[in-house]
């Protein structure tokens, strides 16, 4: 008799497939790219209303750039210190809380108090995180393809199709939205899809997704730092992506931001004189 099927032995049992971890990653994606696609608009677009100033919303869009210059080195630690799920939620929650600021700031005190530099505040405020949420989400599929019995590549593919699609579409739901509700409402479509986020992320179980022991984290926020940019520039693959990538933040996104925006501005469309 082999030992597996021996009395008193068992064999232990296998966990069956189960695709709801990876469906409520994709979901949490496709929200909260979303909601980035219609700030990177939103955001400007509240300036050019207010006087059509180029150059207040071009100080706008760089404030919201300008913070994930500096976040994205301190994204894995981050997420090494407190965890991939709560790092997502915490990502969310500054987000959804700095969209939803403009439109309660608007009825408490009038639309007069949004002004540039709280624009700008909020903006910075709101992207400070995004890096981090961004990887703490994509270090879960790992896990999550496992538990639905999906290869890695065709998680992974699926995540950045999901997450390009929506980031893409962002800004053309932003003009949509500004066109039928107004800039000022559309910050609270925007904190929706953050809380979508939130929501999803929060029922997310998955196996080292919680906070990690002291004996997983690094040992100091510099140390971690430090390890992730040497093992960056050590490889010459990821040395390139990350360099285009700095470039593509802090050069084309706030350029696009700005001057899409303007354009249709100056066009009278998509608001057609609505007031923010």
Known sequence: MSESSSPGRSASPRRAPSRGP?????????????????????????????????????????????PLLFSTLLAGTAVDFLGRKRISIISDVLSGA??????????????????????????????LFDPAGITARESMLPEAAARAGWTLDRTNGLYEAVFNVAYIAGPGLAGLLIATIGGINTMWVTAATFALSIVAVSLLRLEGAGPPTIEER???????????????????????????????????????????????????????????
């Open 98 to 127: 700095t969209v939803a600021a403009v439109p309660i700031l608007a009825m408490m005190f009038g639309v007069s108090v949004v002004n540039v530099a709280v624009l700008a505040a909020l903006a910075a405020l709101g992207a």
């Open 218 to 276: 690094p040992d100091t926020v510099w140390s971690g730092m430090v390890d992730g940019l040497r093992f960056v520039w050590n490889l010459k693959v990821l040395r390139t992506l990350a360099l285009i990538d700095l470039a593509m933040t802090g050069l084309y996104l706030p350029m696009e931001s700005v001057l899409f925006p303007k354009y249709f501005t100056d066009r009278n469309e998509p608001a057609f004189h609505r007031q923010v």
């Open 22 to 66: 990876v469906y409520l990653l994709l979901f949490a994606a496709l929200v909260a790219a979303a909601g980035n696609g219609i700030s990177i608009v939103a955001f400007p677009w509240l300036v050019l209303q207010r006087n059509g100033s180029a150059l207040e919303a071009s100080i706008v869009a760089g404030a919201a750039a300008l």
